[in-house]
């Protein structure tokens, strides 16, 4: 049986514990701000450490997910999903117990796809709950719209950087050969640019280098090798006090979520010279894609690619306003956000 309990966290509308013995399912849900409409966000399945390693990622990426809707014009909250356990360990009835945990949030939830978990797993969930999107035959797999958005991204910090959009002999250091790093580095190699790639399964980074006509870095050189732009497209918290220092690339832009691991390695990035692209701002790719479902009309591709330019518009005025006003971009990226998030709160309190 299913036991939900309400986790109190300042800051953030309604954070739950949900744990079914009988499936094996340990999960929490949080949902950060819906000033703007519903929380939309991915259900990620982790090994986590413990419970409080997986709340504090939770809240990260549910925070996360409210800079990125409002960032790109979408009129959704900010919410996340993670599930503590063995990825290799997952079951239909753990994804049946998640749809009743989902469920109870009354529609104020929305989840889809994440890390470890995939198109199937979400029709499993949508069978015990309606609020559920990025589903088959609908928006599908938002990878790779993810890694389409990330390109657009990269193009604008490499014309803020370097003087010119074009990736032709750009060097690119890929963290993470997944299902959004590995369409990104094939989109950049398409266009002349060199892959470099790192990946915790080594035979996933072998492939992509084969691909790609890159090559393969370890794991614990990629931040550091000479390349122009570093590419985390892996898990968050890899910008920080020891990996910053290392970093030859003049730029930061990859798909990951939560890429510093405090507010102020954005400042150390931008004291060191080295341009960042605010992750949730560049990798919307997904959450207008799963966005586009529930528009009126239905799901849209052509729609939808036409709103990634977003991506692409709202860096480079994101990169204007850090360069007039002196601050890092992570603080420019966070200003721009709040802004339609402050102002739908004050008309609703008017």
Known sequence: MLEITEIPVEGYEKVCRGIDSATGLHAIIAVHNTVLGPALG??????????????????????????KASCAGLDLGGGK??????????????FESM??????????????????????????????????????GKSGNPS?????????????????????????GVTVAIEGAGSVGSVFADLIAKEGGKILVADIRPESAAALAEKTGGSVVGVDQIRSVECDVFAPCALGGSLNDETIPELKARVVCGAANNQLLEPRHGVLLRERGVLYAPDYVVNAGGLINVYSEMAPGGYDEE???????????????????????????????????????????????A
């Open 42 to 67: 991915g259900m990620r399945l982790w090994p986590f450490e413990s419970e409080q390693e997986a709340l504090t990622d939770v809240k990260r990426l549910a925070r996360g997910m409210t800079y």
């Open 81 to 94: 999903s993670v599930i503590l356990g063995d990825p290799a360990a997952k079951t239909q009835a753990m």
């Open 303 to 349: 729609r939808v690619m036409a709103q990634m330019d977003k991506i692409r518009l709202n860096l480079l005025k994101i990169f204007r306003l850090a360069r007039e006003e002196g601050i890092c971009t992570a603080v420019a990226a966070d200003r721009f956000g709040e802004q339609r998030v402050l102002d739908a709160m004050a008309r609703s309190e």
């Open 144 to 168: 790779p719209k993810t890694a389409w958005g990330c390109y657009l991204g990269l193009k604008a910090a490499a014309e803020e950087k370097f003087g010119s959009a074009d990736l032709n």
């Open 99 to 136: 749809g009743d945990f989902v469920e109870s949030f009354g529609g104020k939830y929305i989840t889809a796809e994440d890390v470890n978990t995939k198109v199937e797993d979400m029709a499993v969930v949508r069978t015990r709950t309606v609020h559920v999107g990025g589903l088959a």
